[in-house]
């Protein structure tokens, strides 16, 4: 069987840890029966030797098949386009495609929301795993049920085609983890509402199709500034996307790709633009996705 499973943005500037949205730009996959196990990986990390040695994809796949009562053996064939470590979700692609996948080839049904939630045990934040399984612009919450097990909440928004990203994918990796660590442990109330009021704002912007509101209310001051701080050109490469006709520009998760929004029709000229002044970088055009992972055809 084939599957696919979209690159996400999250964040979005104000909405740290809790919105995030999905890019038509997907890591596929094939998985088929086998005597043995084999793994072929094409794309990003195909010279990466542990990837294949000590495959997550294929680890978190065995554990939740095996749980559903499966024991064949597979081959697994990756053709993947989402960049390692650049804030695209390339992690959450990977824990959100192994165990819809692992459903599938068990002959369940994948619920999207039962594997939205299993996601949980893998992946901390619900911001990049919810637009990977949903699609769209999403709103999700992290919430214990009466079990007292964590789950997720969440609300999706379809982006209509008016609009379209621009990503700059530099070189320079940005890991996670480490991206985390250099975070304030205590905020200002001042800087949480600064944030909390934006990221309202943000969400309704983008349910209204309010545009226009997205420069203003997708600023931060809980985590971009820090990260950024690091490898300091991206400030130019956000800076130099606003002045260019993006109608936002934002860290896209912990980075290091700068995310920004623009209209289709002045996607070309801006996608030209960033390419011509960042040339050491890759800056990509792509359109927003609606469908979350998805089974593919042939």
Known sequence: MHFSVPATSANLGSGFDCLGLS???RNHFSITESSEQKIKICGEG????KFAENNMFVKIFTKVYTSLGGDSKFHFT???????????GSSSAIIVGAIFSAYKMADFIPNKQEILNLALQYEKHPDNITPAVMGGFNASLIYNDDNGKNQVMSIRHRIPNS???IIVIPNHPMATKKSRSILAKQYSIKDCVYNLSRSCVLSLAFSLNKWELLKESSKDRLHESQRMETFPI????KKFALENGALMSSLSGSGSSIFSLCYADEAKKLER????NFPRFRTIGV??????IKLEKG
């Open 163 to 165: 609009i379209k990203a």
């Open 234 to 237: 991206l400030f130019n490469i």
């Open 273 to 276: 633009k960033l390419r011509k």
């Open 46 to 49: 195909e010279r990466i030797i």
């Open 23 to 25: 890019l038509n730009f």
């Open 78 to 88: 990756f053709h993947n386009k989402i960049p390692i470590s650049r804030g695209l």
């Open 287 to 292: 359109d927003f996705d609606n469908d979350g």
